[in-house]
C-alpha cells in the first residue's frame, strides 16, 4: 500500500482485514511508515452446493462484496484508515485488460480513506488468482459430477 507524502501521526502497526466469500483473514501487522509491505497469501475456499452452472456461479458472485480494510491498531478497537469494495465477481476476475507482472495479474485501485484519515486516498497493489473445480455429489445411491 502506498501513499506518497502521508506520515500518520499515530505509530502503532497497521494490518490489511479481508472479507471474501463470507470468510474474514488479516495479515501480519507492519509498522506504520509507508509503503505499507504485506507478502502474504491469503487463501479463501467455498463449496457452492447447489450451483451446476457457471453462469449460476457468476450472478452469486455479483452480489457478494468483498471488502479490504486497512487497520491500525489504535486502541481500545483500532482504528479504520481506508477500505476498498467491490463486487466479488471483479473482485476475482478482473477487467482482462489489465498487464501481467511476474508474479501474476497485477492490480492497483485507490481506497476509500475514512473522515480521520488525512493526505491522499492509499492505493493498494495485489493480485488474485482463482481455481473453480468440480466436485462429486452423492444423492443416496447415484452419482453426480
Avoid at 42 to 56: C, M, R, S, Y
Avoid at 63 to 75: G, H, S
Avoid at 93 to 101: A, N, R, V
Wanted: aromatic residues 8%.
Amino acid at each position: 500500500i502506498t501513499c506518497p507524502g502521508v506520515q500518520l501521526k499515530d505509530k502503532q502497526e497497521l494490518y490489511l482485514s479481508v472479507f471474501v466469500l463470507g470468510q474474514y483473514h488479516k495479515t501480519e501487522c507492519v509498522p506504520a511508515v509507508f509503503p505499507l509491505i504485506f507478502q502474504e497469501k491469503l487463501v479463501f475456499e467455498k463449496e457452492f452446493t447447489n450451483i451446476v452452472d457457471p453462469g449460476d456461479l457468476v450472478k452469486l458472485l455479483e452480489f457478494d462484496t468483498a471488502v479490504l480494510e486497512l487497520i491500525q491498531l489504535v486502541p481500545p478497537v483500532g482504528k479504520v484508515l481506508a477500505t476498498y469494495e467491490e463486487n466479488t465477481r471483479d473482485f476475482l476476475f478482473p477487467d482482462p485488460k489489465l498487464t501481467h507482472g511476474h508474479r501474476g495479474l497485477q492490480r492497483e485501485v485507490l481506497m476509500k480513506r475514512s473522515p480521520s484519515f488525512t493526505g491522499i486516498a492509499p492505493k493498494l497493489r495485489f493480485s488474485t488468482t482463482c481455481l473453480i473445480s468440480d466436485s462429486l455429489l452423492v444423492l443416496g445411491r447415484s452419482h453426480i459430477q
